[in-house]
């Protein structure tokens, strides 16, 4: 249920009201149309008309038109113009979105994406007709394993969560290939939370490994808990806490010595491009998340794609099949690899996405990646270090490209929802809350953020402190400016209203 449109007159006295960012119209086309209006003019049709009856049957057939809204297409345009702007996207707000590196898309890279070499291929075209298309893909590929400092990569997989399971996959394959059956995935606790999943769908156990105060991996506790039945560790470094881990090194030999695997989730690779590779500290295999580190389209549950780089030893099982190049110059796919784990994808995988990775790598060059990385890391660390005096900061810094701070504002009821909620009205997306600690919000202000929107942001924050102290009827009710208000958001997943009546 919402909040009452009539304020208390000491929340009001606080709330920008902001009426004109969500303009008050009519919210469904029934309400904006009349009978007879049209929005399309068709020609007349130049075919033999034919009866409905003799062409589909009876028991398709309704008994009446359906109630469709009959409106005019200026009306249509404006309502889905009103609609667009109700609703929150990155290219209008700031999302501090923590883990899930909410940056800009270039526009090139949609237009690249676009071109109607690309965009009309067919997947079973012959070889010949798609040399260019091929070519891209093993430039991309090429591109991904010198990122990684790894000799090979599969581009199938078709999300970063396919690509942990592929990766396990490639690994398991491995084992087996040396006549050893290992059945425990080790994980630190601040590893990304797809990664036990991950290991339940490759039938493997998940252990997880303790963090110390720092955020950083209990090596005491890894030594502990890794034996001769080890597949494998998951690790995310920087973690989802913000922190690189410096130990990486040593993890990589502890987890070797045991005859193990070291696997690194690549989801915060947004930190470390251009300065440090996984495979030159030791990783075995990893996954990138194009959509996050190489700015492809992100949200509402695709598309995505999480391709998977690997060490020498397991070049020989990864997913057939393989695009290449051949001595001859051209290019082509490869399956002749009798120890592949097979297909993990039909066709070759989310080709537009990796076409749009493929333009922002190349138009960045290994200079420009690297300062993805730096301004990435420093403006996390510049909104930490301005907003430490009234948040607290439950892992030290410095932090990688994102941090993890605690509204804690004792007997004023105030939660971390309510500071999410509150947010919105200062036109700022909610960041991610109560993970991986409880009651916390991460927060990732990503490389392609002003230091107006940096500071918008800061500013937001401490007003909101402010409010905290003051007045946190404020802020516990909010928000107040957006078209929706607070809502019974457990009614609403239990017993969604989906479905438009007129008024009495």
């Known amino acids: ?103 800009y898309n270039p526009r090139v890279n949609e237009r690249v994406a676009g071109l109607e070499g690309f965009a009309h291929l067919h997947p079973y075209q012959d070889e010949g007709d798609v040399q260019g298309m091929l070519e891209l893909l093993f430039r991309l590929r090429s591109d991904l394993a010198e990122i990684a400092g790894l000799p090979e990569v599969t581009l199938q997989p078709a999300a970063g969560a396919h690509g942990e399971m592929t990766a396990l996959m490639v690994i398991n394959a491995y084992h087996r290939s040396r006549g050893e059956h290992r059945t425990v995935v080790l994980a630190p606790d601040s590893a990304h939370g797809t990664n036990p999943a991950s290991c339940t769908s490759c039938g493997a156990t998940h252990v997880s490994v303790r963090s110390k105060e720092d955020g950083r991996v209990d090596m005491d506790d890894l030594r502990a808990k890794v034996d001769a039945n080890t597949a494998a560790l998951m690790i995310t470094n920087p973690n989802t806490v913000g922190v690189f881990d410096e130990q990486i090194a040593d993890i990589a030999k502890v987890i070797h010595a045991a005859g193990a695997q070291l696997y690194l989730d690549g989801a915060n690779m947004n930190a470390i491009l251009g300065i440090t590779r996984p495979g030159d500290f030791g990783v075995d295999c990893m996954h990138f998340n194009t959509h996050k580190t190489f700015s492809t389209p992100h949200g509402g549950g695709g598309p995505g794609a999480g391709p998977v780089a690997v060490a020498e030893h397991l070049r020989p099982f990864l997913p057939v099949p393989q695009v290449i190049q051949r001595k001859d110059g051209t290019f082509g796919w490869c399956d002749d690899r009798p120890a592949s784990i097979g297909k993990v994808r039909s066709f070759y995988g989310q080709i537009g996405v990796l076409v749009r990775a493929y333009t922002y790598i190349r138009s960045l060059g290994h200079d420009g990646l690297r300062d993805v990385a730096q301004k990435a890391v420093l403006a996390s660390n510049y909104v930490a270090a301005k907003l430490k005096h009234r948040y607290s900061m439950p892992f030290p810094p410095p932090y990688a490209h994102e941090f993890i701070m605690v509204p804690r504002f004792d007997n004023s009821g105030v939660t971390e929802h309510d500071v999410a909620k509150r947010l919105i009205d200062h036109g700022i997306h909610p960041p991610t809350m109560s993970w991986p600690i409880h009651h916390c919000l991460m927060i990732e202000p990503t490389e392609t953020e002003s230091i107006h929107t940096l500071n918008h942001f800061v500013d937001a924050m401490l007003s909101i402190a402010d409010e905290i102290e003051q007045n946190p009827d404020v802020v516990r009710t909010a928000p107040h400016t957006a078209p929706v208000k607070r809502l019974d958001e457990v009614g609403a997943t239990r017993k969604p209203y989906v479905r438009w009546k007129p008024a009495d």
């Open 1 to 103: 249920m919402s909040t009452a449109n009539t304020l208390e007159p000491n929340v009001a006295s606080h709330v920008a009201m902001g009426s004109t960012r969500f303009p008050l119209q009519p919210s469904v086309l029934f309400e904006l149309g009349s009978r007879g209006l049209c929005g399309a003019s068709l020609p007349a049709s130049d075919v033999p008309r034919l009866r409905r009856e003799d062409v589909v049957p009876a028991e398709l057939l309704a008994d009446q038109p359906p109630p469709l809204p009959e409106i005019g297409e200026l009306d249509v345009v404006r309502h889905y113009k009103r609609l667009s702007h109700r609703c929150f996207s990155v290219d209008e707000n700031f999302y501090p979105l923590g883990s899930c590196t909410m940056k």
